[in-house]
């Protein structure tokens, strides 16, 4: 009876829960020998008149079966490709729940911290921060310093230079040998007054050992103004040392130094303990700027004085950390960086 084959065929379509269990339903029907097959090839042996009725009662079978089959078939497919989809969905949550996997997070480099560092006590203390070019001139990191060519203070900081046609007014490129060329440029930019330190890097064309790397990071002081002395540089900088390194017993000394840039010139030294015995290592050099730099920046010194300081921050950090070897802090070995 085609009804009931029908009904039959139908319930059977709707159980398979699979593409294939389909694909076989559609066989036993629709197959070579499947029973809506047999069914049509018994037409063949039947009168005209039989074969008319017959016919569309085969017919009307056949497209309710497809019909069937077609919506179940693409339900299934949909059904098929959203479970795959969803075995396939990306566990961003494993990290954190599997413990043999942990998240490498970066953190902020020791000397970054030191300088963010520096940069928040200055602040406290009155100063803005100020930076300046890692590629400077002649001019900037000599000439205006009171280091004209051929002075032998030239020498003092040996100078990578970059290879550029020299300039008529100033002079060579090179990568600055310290941040002191900036006080030209703030003197230039702002006038007087000025309180300000500028953090930056420098570079020496040097040979390497535990206390002296070719890169390294210097903070800048500068302050100028009407009747200032050596008294309120010596002040700024205790006071910054002690805030700086807490309330470890310090051990500093001040002695006289020589930069062309500053009259009378000092340097700092602070005690640096290797295991059982200690050193003094140099700190900063400083002093009250020169006549003649305050002329290159377009000051009268008759009116205003300013005394200057620069810090070597990649020393400070050695001492601060208890760091042996100047070097590692420019490793990026992370077996010394995870210290920190
Ligand atoms: C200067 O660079 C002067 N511009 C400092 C200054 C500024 C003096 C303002 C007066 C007024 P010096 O070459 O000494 O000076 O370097 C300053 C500090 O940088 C040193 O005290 C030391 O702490 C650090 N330093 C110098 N050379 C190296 C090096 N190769 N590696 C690491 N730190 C160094």
């Given at each position: 009876?085609?009804?009931?084959?029908?009904?039959?065929a139908?319930e059977?379509?709707?159980k398979a829960?699979?593409?294939?269990?389909?694909?076989?339903?559609?066989?036993?029907?629709?197959?070579r020998s499947?029973?809506?097959?047999e069914?049509l090839?018994?037409?063949?042996?039947?009168?005209?008149?039989?074969?008319?009725?017959k016919g569309?009662e085969?017919?009307?079978?056949k497209?309710?079966?497809?019909?069937?089959y077609?919506?179940r078939?693409?339900?299934?497919?949909?059904?098929?490709i959203?479970?795959?989809?969803?075995?396939?969905?990306?566990?961003?949550?494993l990290?954190?729940?599997n413990p043999?996997?942990?998240?490498?997070?970066?953190?902020i480099h020791?000397l970054?911290?030191?300088?963010?560092?520096?940069e928040?006590l200055?602040?406290?203390m009155g100063?803005?921060?100020?930076?300046?070019?890692e590629v400077?001139?002649e001019?900037y990191?000599?000439e205006?310093?009171?280091?004209p060519?051929?002075?032998?203070a030239?020498?003092?900081?040996?100078?990578?230079?970059l290879?550029?046609?020299k300039?008529?007014k100033?002079?060579?490129?090179?990568?600055r040998t310290?941040?002191?060329?900036?006080?030209i440029?703030?003197?230039e930019?702002?006038?007087?007054?000025?309180?300000?330190?500028?953090p930056?890097?420098?570079?020496?064309?040097?040979?390497?050992d535990a206390?002296?790397d070719?890169?390294?990071n210097?903070?800048?002081?500068?302050f100028?103004?009407?009747?200032?002395?050596?008294?309120q540089?010596?002040?700024?900088?205790?006071?910054?040392?002690?805030?700086?390194?807490?309330?470890s017993?310090i051990?500093?000394?001040f002695r006289?130094?020589?930069f062309?840039?500053v009259?009378?010139?000092?340097?700092?030294d602070m005690?640096?303990?290797?295991?059982?015995h200690?050193?003094?290592?140099?700190?900063v050099?400083?002093?009250?700027?020169?006549p003649?730099?305050l002329?290159?920046?377009?000051l009268?010194?008759?009116?205003?004085?300013?005394?200057a300081?620069g810090?070597?921050?990649?020393?400070?950090?050695?001492?601060?950390?208890?760091i042996?070897?100047?070097?590692?802090?420019?490793?990026?070995?992370?077996?010394?960086?995870?210290?920190?």
């Amino acid at each position: 009876m085609p009804g009931n084959l029908l009904q039959q065929a139908l319930e059977e379509i709707q159980k398979a829960d699979t593409t294939t269990a389909l694909k076989d339903v559609e066989v036993k029907y629709m197959g070579r020998s499947g029973q809506i097959t047999e069914l049509l090839k018994t037409l063949k042996d039947l009168s005209p008149e039989e074969k008319r009725s017959k016919g569309q009662e085969i017919q009307t079978l056949k497209t309710g079966f497809t019909e069937a089959y077609s919506t179940r078939e693409r339900y299934l497919q949909k059904a098929e490709i959203d479970a795959k989809l969803k075995a396939e969905f990306f566990d961003i949550t494993l990290n954190e729940i599997n413990p043999t996997r942990s998240l490498q997070a970066g953190t902020i480099h020791p000397l970054s911290r030191m300088q963010r560092e520096v940069e928040q006590l200055f602040a406290e203390m009155g100063f803005q921060i100020a930076d300046g070019p890692e590629v400077e001139s002649e001019y900037y990191n000599f000439e205006a310093l009171n280091i004209p060519s051929h002075h032998p203070a030239r020498d003092m900081q040996d100078t990578f230079f970059l290879d550029h046609p020299k300039d008529e007014k100033h002079g060579h490129l090179l990568l600055r040998t310290h941040t002191s060329p900036v006080q030209i440029r703030m003197m230039e930019k702002h006038g007087a007054p000025l309180r300000i330190i500028i953090p930056g890097r420098v570079f020496r064309y040097e040979a390497t050992d535990a206390t002296h790397d070719s890169t390294f990071n210097q903070i800048e002081g500068l302050f100028i103004d009407k009747g200032i002395g050596l008294a309120q540089l010596k002040g700024v900088m205790n006071e910054f040392l002690q805030r700086f390194f807490g309330e470890s017993d310090i051990k500093v000394r001040f002695r006289p130094g020589y930069f062309p840039f500053v009259e009378p010139g000092i340097e700092m030294d602070m005690l640096w303990k290797r295991g059982n015995h200690s050193k003094w290592l140099e700190v900063v050099g400083a002093g009250m700027i020169h006549p003649n730099v305050l002329k290159a920046g377009g000051l009268d010194p008759d009116q205003y004085q300013g005394w200057a300081f620069g810090f070597g921050l990649t020393r400070m950090a050695m001492l601060k950390y208890g760091i042996d070897d100047i070097r590692h802090l420019h490793s990026n070995d992370l077996r010394f960086l995870n210290q920190f």
